[in-house]
Structures are given as structure tokens and as C-alpha cells.
């Protein structure tokens, strides 16, 4: 299997990791970064000395469990530890896998959730998010992409990368009709539970869902690696916890450490979040009204990412590479299938915020 270059990732790489970096990251979908200092100190601090560095349970330990159970609001029997939600989304598909099987998808979407079904054999059925309607999730429209041959169905709320999100009754109903089909629903929730249009619970627990989430995106803590799946259906749990000890055999002890007490402290962690992503949408918002001219988009409704687009239909890739040269990285639409749109994110850069924006409306007026 050759898998397709990931462009996104190969943007990502050759600038964030630049020497010297690029200044002003706006292509990052995380939110504002910790150091482990800060980590550790956060609810009186944390004592890494005493863990034991060798083998965790392929479910994750009983704390980390407890954790994410308590965070999300559901029994931590349901969780098992992944990988990040990687590992989560290569586990669902291979254990769905069979010959002529299909998913279906959102379009756009995050580009690993296409690569990966196709590693894995399966076809990929997509339906539509209009970008007339803001990227609405319409369920007739996922309902109506699902056939015979369908095994899994995906929605991805906050959605990557355009910010819409599907509200909980959507998530129960589209959910209660794929089930009379016998299709389970995954509901990939890493933005959770960052929402501008009010608060949401998971979708974690809804019958005929499997939630998958990490620790990289509301959670700001990418470098922990870890991210879990929430499925209540106890066979499909058991060949869940199967697969990860195939693929990965454990967690880390230390990292698994860490990620529990960051989610025991997620009120500290999340308000810094929100205060960021908050504060700089709208800044980004009155730059998107004063550029309204030459690009459009859609408001997130949540997460740390908008999609905004050129009016005139251009490829958006020469603006960013020239944006870049400028010091101000965003991610070019082709990365997403979408060549006339850029990805901008609005929750990993605290600090000038308001000079990158600057930066990229200059940049704009002297490439019209």
C-alpha cells in the first residue's frame, strides 16, 4: 500500500520545525502550548518519581481511565487508551475492515481519516458539508451516502477544519438511524468541549456511538501522545483492547501519569484555552470583515481552526508559501483537497496574535 503524500503534514514540517521558526504560527490546530513545569505544577503539583517505567495495561491504567471517564462524563470501563486518536481511527477501521466495505466521510475532512481507510482496504463514501450552509452536517446527507457495503460512518465535531459543529440531537438521531442499518457511528470529538455556540456534552455514551478523542486539541498536550476510545458495546470493547496490544502493546506509565492529572486539573487547562481561542476569534473576525473583498468564510462554532477561502477561486498555495516568507504560517487548502481555501488556526498563538493578522493583511493587499 502507498500511501498518499500528507501534504498537511509535510506544510507543517518544513516550517514549524525551521531554523530559525517561523514567528507567528497560525497553521497549528492546538491551543496555546505547556511546559511539563507547568504541567506538574498545576493542582498542587505532581510527583512523576515514584512511576515505574515499563509496561502499562493495553486499556491504560485504572486513573487514566477514571480520568478521561470523569472528563467526558461516562464509565471508564467504556475507555481504552490510545496513541494518540491516530491509533484510535487505525483501530476502528482495521477491526471494520473487509473485502469491498466501505465508510463514509465528511468533505472536506482531515486528510488521515481518507489516507488511513484506504490503507486498511476500505473505501470511502463522502457527503457533502455545503459550504453555502457554514458546513452544516446535514444527517439525510450521511444517511443517504451510507449503502449495503457501508460498515462505518464518521462525523468529526468540532469539525477539522472548518469549525461547524452537530449538536447532540443531530449526533442521537443519525446515530439511531445508522443503527437500524447495523453501521456504527464514530464521532471524532478531539476538539471537545470547545464551543462558541453553547455547551455540549460528549457524545460519549449516546447508543450506537464510538467516540474517539486525544489529549493534542482541547487539551493543548500534543506531545503526550495519547488520545482513547469510548465504546460502551463490551465485545467490540474487548477486540478494541486486542488490536491496541497488537499495535502498540501499552501507554507509557509517565505519560499516562501526566495525561491524568491534566485531565483532573481540565477547568485550569481549558480556561487558558478559551481565553486564547475566545480573545483572538474575534480579532480574527474583524479581519476577516476589513479582507471581506478578497476572502470569505464561515465563523467557527468551535475548536481552534477556521477555512476561509479566496473569493476569485485562486490556489491559495502561493499566498502561503509567500505569507510564510513573510514570517505568518497558515495551511494551504490543497493540503485538505480544497485549493482555494487556507486553513487558519486562532488558539496556539497567545502572543501577536494581532501582529500576525497585520502581517497577513499586507501580505494580501500586495499579492491582489
Known amino acids: 500500500m502507498n500511501l498518499p503524500p500528507f501534504l498537511l503534514d509535510h506544510w507543517l514540517a518544513a516550517h514549524e520545525f525551521a531554523s530559525p521558526p517561523i514567528r507567528y504560527n497560525l497553521a497549528a490546530s492546538t491551543g496555546p502550548k505547556w511546559t511539563l513545569g507547568e504541567l506538574q505544577a498545576l493542582g498542587g503539583g505532581l510527583d512523576l518519581s515514584g512511576v515505574t517505567i515499563s509496561y502499562a495495561a493495553p486499556q491504560g491504567s485504572s486513573a487514566l481511565r477514571q480520568a478521561i471517564g470523569d472528563f467526558l462524563g461516562v464509565d471508564p470501563e467504556w475507555v481504552v487508551a490510545t ?3 491516530s491509533e484510535a481511527l487505525s483501530i476502528l477501521y482495521c ?21 488511513m481507510a484506504a490503507a486498511w482496504g476500505l473505501g470511502v463514501r463522502h457527503y457533502a458539508l455545503p459550504r453555502e450552509e457554514g458546513y452544516r ?14 460498515v462505518l460512518a464518521l462525523v468529526n465535531t468540532p469539525h477539522n477544519p472548518t469549525g461547524a459543529v452537530v449538536r ?4 442521537s438521531s443519525l446515530a439511531s438511524g445508522l443503527a437500524g442499518r447495523g453501521i456504527p457511528l464514530i464521532v471524532d470529538e478531539v476538539y471537545h468541549p470547545l464551543h462558541f455556540s453553547g455547551r455540549f456534552p460528549s457524545a460519549a455514551g449516546t447508543p450506537n456511538v464510538i467516540a474517539m478523542g486525544d489529549m493534542s486539541k482541547a487539551m493543548s498536550l500534543a506531545g503526550l501522545r495519547l488520545g482513547w476510545i469510548v465504546d460502551a458495546e463490551p465485545e467490540r470493547r474487548k477486540r478494541i483492547i486486542d488490536a491496541r496490544s497488537y499495535f502498540t502493546i501499552s501507554g507509557s506509565p509517565v505519560l499516562e501519569a501526566l495525561a491524568a492529572h491534566a485531565l483532573t486539573n481540565s477547568a485550569t487547562i481549558l480556561e487558558r484555552l478559551s481565553a486564547v481561542a475566545t480573545g483572538n476569534l474575534v480579532a480574527l473576525s474583524g479581519f476577516m470583515q476589513s479582507v471581506s473583498d478578497t476572502l470569505a468564510w464561515s465563523r467557527p462554532e468551535g475548536g481552534t481552526v477556521s477555512f476561509p477561502w479566496f473569493r476569485d477561486g485562486r490556489d491559495s498555495r502561493p499566498f502561503c508559501e509567500a505569507l510564510a516568507r513573510a514570517g505568518v504560517l497558515v495551511a494551504p487548502g490543497d493540503c485538505f483537497g480544497q485549493p482555494s481555501h487556507l486553513r ?18 499586507r501580505t494580501l493587499r500586495n499579492r491582489s
Open 137 to 150: 452536517h446535514r444527517p439525510e446527507h450521511l444517511l443517504a451516502a451510507a449503502d449495503a457495503a457501508t
Open 168 to 171: 447532540p440531537e443531530e449526533i
Open 344 to 361: 487558519v488556526g486562532f488558539a496556539a498563538q497567545a502572543d501577536g496574535f494581532a501582529d500576525a493578522l497585520a502581517i497577513f493583511e
Open 83 to 85: 496513541t494518540g486518536a
Open 95 to 115: 477491526l471494520a475492515a473487509r473485502p469491498g466495505a466501505n465508510v463514509v466521510l465528511p468533505a472536506p475532512d482531515f486528510p488521515a481519516f481518507d489516507a
